[in-house]
């Protein structure tokens, strides 16, 4: 309470001192028109930047990226201020006030709003060849969002435990995976698969991989919605089917952590450090914490590899998406929304932002992580965004057919875990009863089914 | 005309005084700014919610859309939807640990109304459970039951070995039994320490009075405590009932969201609202929830007027005595 008070009292006060202060924007320069070190070095402003990213600016990395900034830019000053409750706080304040600082991650506005609230980059078209993601926060071809770095999906593996199972090639199908975890059961003391059962969105996170079963970048978002039993059996690894399989699979053959109830998130950062785990299914975001994981001694035995499953055009996909992206505020006068556009640029190409956080790189020349060395001939497949007049589609019918695919749909994954390992429903009746779930939500909502 | 205007004004003024003074409006005028604020506030916060969420249990709706009346749909759904209503097998566990739990309080209750050493360090480790808060309660209990931690290690301590030990929480024919200790670890306390409050005040010199004619403790329970705390035995059967029917944190916490066939009927309630967003729906629980609530309270009084019919009027007659008693030596 005390702090919403704090929050309101703020947000007036700001309000008021500001409520002034017009928007000029006639001469904010595009993002792709000016050079950075030789134009604005001398442009004197003042900016704020909110982040997500209170990891970075408690471990003093953020103050780092700002001192590297003023050496090039030294009159330009930057504020940063860490919110922990990003998705929500950041809402408030956008929509609270027109001066609210001036960078910040943009959070979940339609994307029909971003002009009321952010300045313009360029233009799509002229942009897309350049960067990676670009086209995620875009509306009518007009880009308001540069992404800070890119996510891919893959698993967290311990390289060391791989090679002591005798493991010299990486799985590319399920079958190849299972067998690799046996391989692990059999030759070391490591938990071939770590779930994270008890944490929860950690098994929804599962949903993620289903592109890389297609191969398809209209499917999360379009086809998957209008597909008739897109859960239903595959004998050759391609498949929705075949990616919940998998976890069905090992658990049914104990390649799972003993107890799944009771397993521990922040404990397992350090046992696959250590080699007391196998393999984690969780994305490319996850790395940088299991090499770092406080007590754990061996950061170089920490891989990931892309998802063992190959789509049906026979070649292996790793989901991919932007993280948040850089918006700047179009509501403050032009000289600071000019400087914001220089350190965002600068944050993009000079920074080395994305390949320290271990992510795909937004420039398109950038250097991929060393992470991503296994990806050799996989390749990364971004979703499409929903056609036209289908944007709230795929929330109806997550709602309407209770599965929540990419979207907190714990539940129905650590089932799969629970009938795994008490064998009480064969793995076929589970993706059939889904299929159920999913015929019956696209007919009362109408959806035609192709 | 002005002065005239103002001897009526006066004159009225004086009527109205004269109004506002009698005992009787006095009367009223009291009553109404005394309950005011706390009607209102009843009002505003427990009863128009109750009937805004009866109101949306007959949309199908979500936190940003009403998407149209449907009428009783919801309700059907929840009676049809087989994977709703059947949690409520779920709270059957509950509700046995809530016997379980108040024959406990009851127990200890009484045993520490005795004469007893250190009832006072007795009493405040009973009740320290009931302050700790329900998540943190959670967040020990998981651990405590994790395979090969503190529960195992009491255990093989015994001598018991750790292959014959179960899973606590994966083993699905015993997580439930497991989940509901903990609830009854965290409210025996406070069971016991409102019985404990109920038998301080039966006066002691019928226990006196009792042993002079022979009885002993288990009589002395029987036929002098028991009676006499019977309203709030009531008050803690129906509390408990209710709560079990409701049970929420220990399944939300130990067993991660319910995981593990562990999910009440309370837990569903949430996930339907706040992951699918099916407001409607949740609603459409709720109401049935209360109504269930309020059905369980009204069979437990009854069933309760008619077990201590007997009782009753002992004590009734026991009270009549005592006054008599009380009366003769005065």
Redesign the interface.
Known sequence: MKRFLGILLSLLLVCSAFSFASAEGADVPAFDSFELGKDYTDLTAKIKWLTHRTDLVDNGAITQYVAEFNKVYPNITVEVEGITDFAQESLIRLTGSDDWGDVMGIPAVELSELSTYFAPYGTLEAMKDTYNFIDNKQFEGVVYGVPTTGNANGIVYNKAVFAAAGITELPKTPDQFIAALQAIKDKTDAIPLYTNYAAGWTMGAWDSYLPASVGDADFSNNNFLHAKDPFSATTDGTGPYAVYKILYDATAKGLIEDDYTTTDWEGCKPMINNGQIGCMVLGSWAFSQMRDAVGGEHPEDVGYMPFPVTAPDGKQYAPSGADYCYGINCKVDASRQTAAMVFVKWMTYESNFAYNEGGIPIVKTGNYPDLYSSFGDCDFLVQNVAAEGEDSLKDEMNAESTLMIDNGGNEKVQKIVEHGFNGDMSFDDIMNSWNELWSDAQESLGVAVR | MSSNSGAAALKESGSFRAWLIKPNVQKWLVIITFAIVPVILLLLFIYYPIGKMVEFSLYNM?YTKVKGFVGLKNYIDIFAKPELFQTFRVSLYYMVGAIVQIALALYFATILSFKTKFTGVYKAAMFFPYLVNGIALGFIF??F???G?VLDTVLTAFGIPLESLP?W??D?SI?NWSLVATSLWKYMGQNMVLFSGAIMSVDPTLYEAASIDGANKWHQFRYIILPSISTVLTLNVILSITGSLSAFEPPYVI???G???TATYFIKMH?TAH????VGLASAMAVVLITIIILCTIIQKLVFKYAFRNSGTDSAKTKMKRKQFSKGVN
């Open positions: 979500s998981k651990f039951y994790t395979r931690y899973y929480l994966r699905q997580n067993t991660s969201m995981g593990n066939g996930e992951t699918l967003h099916k």
